[in-house]
């Protein structure tokens, strides 16, 4: 079945660093690929997708690829703020899938320290 | 602005005593769902409403109903919470199946 793989955290960066959380998939279909951001206490916001290869999604200075070849949206950005603390959810909608599922990776929590 | 909205946002409920939550949405999407999630873990689908078909999970325990009277709205009752179903409670929203889903801010539930 469907899967999302997204690196373990949490990550600990200081203020202003370079910010990359991969994210690689296994899909039966072409997915669309997501990232949802939570803030502490606060649901799901949508952040970025991608619907098709080579689409790149951007939000807030966030950026993530969507790479057929390395089945994989890593999202990136370049200077990151304390008010990026949060976790960051992977997800996919396969069209394949009959289900209604979204499939989620496991959250990387996001430290950022001042 | 459109969006999903989900009241309470804090819930306190006694052992065994039934709660309802709720969620409108001014979208206008034919999908929405409901979602448990616990200690920032990737939410868990309970189930979902196409328009007005129903669609359980087949891991949903039976404590957990829903109701969706029209478009706007749609209710999740827990008839009798147990401690285990303390928990963020999320709802969404989607235009077609497989689509993007769109959340509100979710109900963090507490059972004493």
């Known amino acids: 079945g469907d899967s999302v793989t997204q690196m373990e955290g949490p990550v600990t960066l200081s203020e202003e660093a370079f910010l990359t959380i991969n994210c690689t998939y296994t899909a039966t279909g072409y997915p669309s690929l997501f990232w949802y951001v939570q803030y502490p206490g606060e649901g799901l916001q949508l952040l970025l997708k991608a619907t098709k290869a080579d689409d790149k999604g951007s939000n807030k200075g966030f950026e993530a690829t969507y790479r057929k070849e390395t089945t994989s949206f890593h999202l990136e950005k370049g200077s990151v703020q304390v008010s990026d603390s949060a976790v960051y959810f992977c997800a996919l909608s396969d069209p394949m899938d009959s289900n209604y599922q979204l499939i989620w990776g496991a959250g990387t929590k996001l430290i950022i320290k001042p | 602005d459109a969006m999903v909205i989900q009241n309470p946002r804090y819930q306190v409920t006694q052992f065994g005593k039934p709660v309802t939550l709720s969620c409108s949405q001014t979208?206008?999407?034919?999908?929405m769902y409901w979602y448990q999630q616990k200690s920032s873990q990737a939410p868990k689908l309970l189930f979902h409403y196409y328009d007005k078909d129903f669609n359980n999970e087949a891991d949903t325990p039976d404590n957990f109903q829903s109701r969706r009277p029209n478009t706007s709205f749609c209710f999740l009752d827990i008839r009798s919470p147990g401690l285990g179903d303390a928990a963020m409670y999320l709802c969404a929203t989607s235009k077609r199946a497989q689509e993007t889903q769109y959340f509100g801010p979710g109900t963090r539930l507490l059972v004493l």
């Open positions: 979208l206008n999407h034919n999908v």
